[in-house]
């Protein structure tokens, strides 16, 4: 299994939304490295006549009455808000260079 | 130190219902407790002094007025709590102990949360833990350490750290902790205090900030088995919130607990894992260990040897399933809907680059690390790999558990391999620090229960042993930690937590 260079991290990075510094990206590198390098012994059992488990427990899929329960206001929702304009959240804009 | 401090869950609860004290004074003995070492050990985020006062007069007034109200009051009512600061709480700040979510405050409460308002019992706050409770020492949180109350400079394990000490500096009798990989066990083995993880979905985790949907769980803090019997069946059993939640009940756990305490194993077979000790674990955790064994062998336990082949990559699984869930789960705090929003210093505003300077600014570096590398694991060309082999690993490790558990109805392993490390020990080494949980990690793989009880010290630091069951068989655990508590301190002369040093507030700067 390929360790993972600093060009990948630069782009994992990106994919999860998280801004690096240069020293971050630097040290995460080896970091990530010597983490994969311990984990990576799990491909030696996993055979491909072995069926995964994703849950611990087997359930099957809950369903409920399409009833309304019970649901917060509006106030409550916008509470913890960076930022919002009457009953609605506020972003940034979604698209560069308007 | 105030008498009513000392004593357990079940003690005050007995106490409270004979008219010796109030909940109001045994609250505020744990509130003096709290403003008296806090400030050293750090293992409250918020304290909840008022509403804790409030909730313990209103038990007091309706004892006080008697008759169907009053003796329709849960056992446990007027007895005071700590919850963990990953836990929603309306009323108090939840953190997670992490930056992002610095004043937030849930707009509602945790199934568990309900369930302790209805039994009335007075929360006393919210404690430390690991940043999104992903650690294994409380270095990780962005509100500073908690310090383990046996050694100033030294871990209180983690994530639960905070719950852990509280309980073993006796500033709470009971305390809630979440368990993804070892969360609640692990700083029960260092602090000297009991800790379970329910079977998966026996307690609701409606209102537990996820961590790893698949592995995470709620369960009791406390210092005596029967404390986290009283409390597991209070806040256990089915929750529509939560589509994991068990459809049956759990019963019997607290009368588990006390058939455990006579001390008597007849019949009951042991299985010693042969893969979870030796190498890698301390002497003195193995000498504790093996006198165990021969406590629970003379007490009538039959112990057999068995092998779980596969718990070798149990570590490898876990730390490929549990921040491939972290990246999923954490995708919610983006600045937009709740947590910070850190705008960029330069470039446009978009709400892209919002996001990348709000998650870089929010989160400390192992949460970052553990987003990073569930980000690659799931990545195309490596989904397979890893994520896939990893979920091929819990199924061999479900298979080594079924295996186990037709020659032994319990099985037994120290629950750490070593006494609780020095402040900073592992600051620059992850895979180190990963080691912590090696023992613990299989049961949340396969989603059985886990308890650690004390077991002794090694060098004046407590040694933990952990008993695993069958998945629905927490009473089990609860029979045998009982068991071995009880016969432990018939040995001993005297329980493990009273040996404690007594905190020396002055040698730690006051943080507050």
């Known amino acids: 299994m390929s360790a993972i260079s600093r060009e990948d991290l630069v782009h994992l990075a990106q994919l999860a939304h998280i801004e690096m510094s240069d020293a971050e990206l630097d ?21 491909s006549d072995i069926p995964a488990t994703s849950h611990p427990i087997p359930l099957t899929n809950v369903l409920r009455e399409d009833v309304v329960g019970q649901t917060l206001s509006i106030d409550d929702v916008l509470l913890n808000a960076p930022d919002s304009d009457s009953d609605r959240f506020k972003v940034p804009a979604i698209l560069d260079g308007e | 130190m105030n008498e009513l401090i000392k004593l357990s869950a079940a003690e005050l609860a007995a106490k409270l219902r004979a008219g010796e004290t109030t909940s109001v004074e045994a609250v505020q003995a744990h509130l003096d407790r709290i403003a008296e070492v806090d400030g050293t050990l750090n293992a409250f985020l918020h304290v909840n002094a008022e509403e804790a006062l409030a ?56 199934t568990v949360i309900e369930k302790i308002r209805a039994a009335k019992l007075p929360m006393l706050g919210k404690t430390n833990l690991d940043e999104f409770a992903m650690g294994s020492s409380t270095e990780h949180s962005a ?44 700083p029960g083995a260092v ?22 949907s698949s592995l995470d769980q709620i369960g009791p803090v406390s210092r005596t088995v029967l404390d986290s ?34 001390g008597d194993l007849s019949g009951v077979r042991v299985g010693v894992i042969k893969e979870l000790q030796g190498e890698g674990y301390q002497k003195g955790v193995q000498a504790r260990f093996n006198e165990s064994l021969e406590l629970l062998k003379n007490a009538g336990a039959e112990i057999v040897e068995v092998s779980c082949p596969n718990f070798k990559y149990a570590l490898g699984a876990y730390y490929l399933i549990m921040p491939s869930e972290v990246s999923s789960n954490l995708a919610k705090f983006d ?32 949460v970052k690390r553990r987003i990073i590398l569930g980000t690659y694991a799931l990545s195309a060309g490596y989904y397979d790999a890893y994520y896939g082999s990893a979920q091929k690993v819990r199924t061999l490790i479900q298979r080594d558990f079924d295996a186990a558990f037709e020659q032994a109805d319990v099985l037994i392993s120290p629950t750490a391999p070593t006494v609780a490390f020095e402040l900073g020990a592992n600051d620059n080494d992850p895979v180190a620090m990963y080691l912590n949980d090696v023992a613990t990690i299989p049961a949340n793989l396969a989603g059985v229960p886990g308890i650690t009880v004390p077991g002794g010290l090694s060098e004046g630091l407590p040694v933990g042993i952990q008993f695993l069951a069958p998945a629905y068989e927490d009473a089990r655990l609860y029979r045998a930690g009982a068991a071995l508590e009880t016969l432990l301190e018939k040995q001993w002369g005297h329980t493990l937590i009273s040996q404690a040093p007594a905190i020396d507030t002055a040698s730690i700067a006051q943080e507050a």
């Open chain 2, 335 to 366: 600045g937009v809907r709740f947590g910070q929003r850190v705008l960029p210093t330069e470039g446009p505003l978009t709400i892209e680059r919002v996001m990348g300077a709000t998650r870089a600014a929010g989160f400390g570096d192992e």
């Open chain 2, 229 to 262: 019997a009283l409390l597991q069946e209070l806040i256990g059993g089915h929750d529509p919130k939560d589509s994991t939640s068990l459809p049956q009940d759990l019963e019997g756990l607290v009368a588990a607990a006390q058939t455990g305490a006579a």
């Open chain 2, 143 to 186: 509100y500073g350490v908690t310090r383990n109350p046996w050694d100033l400079g030294r871990i209180p394990g983690g994530s639960g750290g905070g719950s852990a000490a509280a309980v073993a500096a006796f500033e709470a009798p009971l305390a809630l902790g979440t368990d993804t990989g070892g969360s609640i066990r692990q």
């Open chain 1, 27 to 47: 040290k995460m590198t080896g970091e990530l490295d010597a983490i994969v390098g311990a984990i990576a012994s799990v491909s030696e059992v996993a055979s």
């Open chain 2, 55 to 110: 909730v313990a007069a209103e038990v007091d007034a309706i004892r006080a007025a008697g008759g169907a109200e009053a003796e329709a009051l849960h056992p446990l009512a007027g007895v005071p709590i700590a919850i963990k600061d990953l836990i929603v709480t309306k009323g108090q700040p939840t953190t997670a102990a992490s930056k992002m979510l610095e004043g937030w405050m849930s707009p509602y409460d945790a």
């Open chain 2, 191 to 212: 602090t000297g205090t009991v800790g379970v993880k329910p079977t998966y979905g026996a307690v609701s985790r409606y209102g537990a900030i996820a961590m790893a």
